[in-house]
């Protein structure tokens, strides 16, 4: 065998798993389509229990040194009622992250090399390698190179929502819903925030977040029946819709937009069988959810850890996929409901980043919390609890498609919309 373990992605899900697996001792190889840094269609959220994870590897510091302002506070407007609060600790870290892709991706692609992976950037595999029904390798390619087959001992998809590997091995869909919602988001200048805002609006959502070289991103979220009509004129739809978000409009036409706007209808939710003889799935590629719930990359750190674990156990000659999936792709049975009429969304919760059944404000000073402003003073918002963490048994509860608003990551009272 060429290495134990081929993963086959390097963004958030595959260059983790392979730096994690590395720092085990295992012989990786990470490959890429792609050479790094290089951007994606994604905003950037970092959940507190995925920026927990970054530091506990020793890569938030690179994070924050290359300029990531933290948001430790965060407002959230539902129209009638808004909620301000700052995140409590939790595992040592106490703020919200939204570095660029281009800088988090590559940050972890140095820490694989960093760590003894094998890094191929601008390899696309194109077939996977079997071997008496188990995969045992990938074949493919770097640019203008010819074909080569590289073996190991499991092979793992960390290569997206249109996972490659996970159609080539026939990864069984499950709990898969419908797309629900378009996102839209770009990045400013001179539109400065002091914390994260967040506006739920009629089935709308927009999002405001301060990321790298002083840009603030806004991004937003629009029920799918409306694409259409959207696409046709995007500025001035995107604008009209952060008109309806207090005086966000305003900001954002007395700014400067920096970079064009990116729009996708391409929003899948859906889980899929994780594992299976030879390889296993991490990131999207397993469980891809809504973008509204801005808890893809924290998932697939959390999904990157328990694999890494579950696979050295497993070269190791003790089965642990099978918990691997129960612990990161099943539903936890523990999750509140999320507010109703969120973009196309029904109640439910969105896999792996329940809020804790209990509020972390006790129900009399949460009243206090509730205002038609801002309370001049922050109220904690709780933490989301990584599902992963709890016990949840395969196949607990009806859990995807539910994005869960988007950067808080806990409890919400919402009210009735003002607009
Ligand atoms: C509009 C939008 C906004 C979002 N905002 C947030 C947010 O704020 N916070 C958040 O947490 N999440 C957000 N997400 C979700 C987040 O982008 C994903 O969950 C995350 O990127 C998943 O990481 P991944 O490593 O699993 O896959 P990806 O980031 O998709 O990486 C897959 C990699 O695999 C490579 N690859 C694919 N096929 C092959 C092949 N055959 N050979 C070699 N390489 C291959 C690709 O080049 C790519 O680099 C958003 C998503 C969208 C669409």
Same mark, same amino acid.
């Given at each position: 065998m060429d290495y134990d373990v081929i993963v086959v992605g390097a963004r958030v899900a595959g260059a983790t798993t392979a730096m994690l697996l590395a720092r085990r001792g295992l012989r990786v190889l990470v490959v890429d389509r792609v050479a790094f840094p290089s951007d994606t269609i994604s905003s950037h959220q970092i959940q507190v229990p995925g920026v927990a994870r970054l530091r506990r590897w020793g890569l938030l510091e690179a994070v924050r040194a290359a300029g990531t302002p933290p948001t430790r506070r965060l407002r959230f407007d539902a129209g009638e009622v808004v909620l301000d609060g700052s995140f409590p600790p939790f595992e040592g870290a106490d703020a919200l992250y939204s570095p660029r892709r281009t800088l988090l991706d590559a940050a972890l692609v140095d820490a694989a090399r960093s760590a003894g992976a094998d890094v191929r950037e601008n390899f696309r595999v194109e077939e996977l390698v079997w071997s008496e029904g188990r995969v045992v390798g990938v074949r493919g390619r770097e640019r203008l190179g010819s074909s080569v087959a590289l073996r190991a001992r499991i092979v793992v998809g %960390?290569?997206?929502?249109?996972s490659f590997v996970a159609s080539a091995v026939g990864a069984r869909t499950y709990r898969q819903r419908p797309v629900r919602a378009f996102a839209c988001y770009t990045y400013f200048s001179g539109l400065p925030v002091t914390a994260g805002e967040v506006y739920r609006r009629r089935g709308r959502l927009v999002a405001v977040f301060p990321t790298n070289d002083d840009l603030t991103m806004v991004y937003l979220s629009e029920p799918l029946s409306g694409f259409e009509v959207f696409r046709r004129d995007i500025e001035k739809h995107y604008l009209a819709a952060l008109d309806g978000c207090g005086d966000l409009g305003g900001r954002a036409r007395e700014a400067r937009r920096e970079e064009r706007l990116r729009t996708t209808p391409d929003q899948p939710n859906r889980f899929r069988l994780p594992h299976g003889p030879g390889w296993a799935l991490v990131g999207d590629a397993g469980v891809v959810m809504d973008s509204?719930? %801005?808890?893809g990359i924290t998932n697939a750190l959390r999904d990157a850890d328990l694999l890494a674990e579950a696979l050295s156990a497993e070269l190791d000659g003790v089965p642990s996929l099978a918990a691997y999936h129960r612990g990161a792709t099943a539903p936890s049975g523990r999750c509140t409901t999320t507010p109703s009429g969120w973009p196309g969304t029904r109640p439910a919760s969105p896999n792996g980043c329940c809020t804790p059944q209990s509020p972390t404000v006790p129900p009399r000073s949460r009243a206090s919390s509730v205002s038609s402003r801002a309370p001049s003073r922050p109220t904690p918002i709780s933490t989301p609890r990584p599902c992963c963490e709890s016990s949840a048994p395969p196949g607990g509860q009806e859990a995807l498609a539910a994005p869960g608003p988007r950067g808080v990551g806990g409890r919400v009272v919402t009210g009735r919309c003002g607009q």
């Open positions: %960390a290569d997206g929502k249109n509204v719930s %801005a808890q």
